[in-house]
């Protein structure tokens, strides 16, 4: 599975839009894009996934480079609930999901 | 619509006692279950997978087992708890590409 790497923590203002990057420079062509959240105290929640087109459900949406090598995903109206740890994660897509998760970005939604 | 149960929710236990996590899906059938913990302040680390009754697979050397004796209840055990068994012990399923994750099990070990 590719390595991801994402800032340590951001902050952004409630009722913005905020923006969390990924790097994962060495994507290979049949891994997948991977968002979870875990709000403190809670167990991780599933947001959304990509393999090259851009996504978007009632969460947030998805946007993934052309080359692949980095995406982003965006809360467009953030609210005080987005307050949580965002993990990205990279894999292919098997029969069972082993998920890895890393240190991820702790996006703080400031009132 | 589907849904995912842990219990208990918080347990302490005392050193070298045995242990047991339940936890069941409720609304669909032969589903991937899974098991992670979180220790205090780490990552999620996955710890026991299953891709149907009987079958168990164990991604990290431990002091913990895992069963399956029903399509859609996964068990997590020890026979004698250590202090680092502490943690946050979370089930998850997954239809496909998604997994959904239980309330969790947050364990003490005195």
């Known amino acids: 599975d590719a390595k991801t790497t994402q800032p340590t923590s951001m902050d952004c203002a409630e009722g913005r839009a905020a923006n969390l990057p990924c790097n994962h420079s060495?994507?290979?062509?049949?891994?997948?894009v991977y968002w979870y959240r875990q709000i403190h105290s809670q167990g991780p929640q599933y947001i959304i996934h990509?393999?090259?087109n851009n996504e978007t459900n009632e969460m947030a949406s998805l946007i993934i480079t052309e080359d692949r090598k980095s995406s982003t995903l965006i809360l467009p109206h953030a609210t005080l609930r987005d307050t949580a740890v965002y993990y990205c994660?990279?894999?292919?897509?098997?029969?069972?999901?082993?998920?890895?998760f890393g240190q991820g970005t702790r996006l703080t939604i400031n009132p | 619509s589907q849904t995912i149960h842990q219990w208990p929710a918080t347990l302490v236990q005392p050193v070298g006692s045995p242990l047991s996590l339940e936890c069941t899906v409720e609304g669909t059938s032969n589903p991937n279950l899974y098991w992670y913990r979180q220790a205090a302040g780490r990552g999620l680390q996955l710890l026991f997978y299953s891709v149907g009754i009987g079958q168990i697979s164990s991604e990290v050397p431990q002091n913990l087992s895992a069963s399956r004796p029903q399509d859609r209840q996964f068990i997590l055990s020890s026979k004698k708890l250590l202090l680092s068994d502490s943690g946050f012990y979370l089930c998850?399923?997954?239809?496909?590409?998604?997994?959904?994750f239980g309330p969790g099990t947050r364990l003490t070990v005195t």
């Open positions: 060495t994507i290979s062509g049949n891994e997948y």
């Open positions: 990509g393999l090259k």
């Open positions: 998850a399923w997954s239809p496909s590409h998604e997994q959904y």
């Open positions: 994660i990279v894999k292919g897509f098997q029969g069972a999901q082993k998920l890895v």
